[in-house]
């Protein structure tokens, strides 16, 4: 078999979904006797500290067998998501300008009485290197 029926054969039906730094790929492919299943990859990219990068990929393969038990099992896990959590991405990773929710009553109260919002301490420990 040429390089070009090989790649007609691998190359059914596919799609690709781009998702910040990951990259998902569904590819339809052909068994030795001629039935289809489905390969979904996740691609992720990582960046080394010269700049240069790589990609690490893992790979599902799904049969038709399984179709009805995935699909079932997918649709109730991310309605599960949804309903739970809704479709907003609290994640600070995804948003730039997030705050937690205790920060954003503090500076909701601090504006309604006219007070600057003072920097939290929390988690700042006072060293006195004269102890030491």
């Known amino acids: ?10 190359e ?4 690709v979904l781009r998702a910040g730094r990951r990259t998902y790929f569904f ?3 052909s068994t030795k006797a001629g039935d289809y299943y489905l390969t979904i990859t ?9 700049g240069s990068f790589h990609y690490k990929k893992h790979k599902i393969y799904l049969y038709k ?3 009805v038990g995935f699909s079932e099992i ?5 309605n599960f998501i949804v309903n739970e959590k809704g479709e907003e991405v609290i994640s600070e990773r995804h948003q730039k300008d997030y705050q937690k929710s205790y920060e954003q009553e503090l500076v909701t109260a601090d504006a309604v ?12 420990t006072d060293i006195n290197f004269d102890d030491i």
Not at 1 to 9: F, Y
Not at 113 to 124: K, L, Q, R
């Open 42 to 50: 996740e691609s992720k990219k990582f960046t080394n500290d010269d």
């Open 65 to 67: 067998e399984d179709f």
């Open 74 to 78: 997918l649709q109730e896990m991310t």
């Open 27 to 29: 590819d339809v492919r």
């Open 113 to 124: 009485v006219g007070e600057p919002v003072a920097a939290s301490t929390e988690s700042f």
């Open 1 to 10: 078999m040429s390089d070009n029926e090989m790649l007609e054969k691998e």
């Open 12 to 15: 059914i039906f596919s799609k």
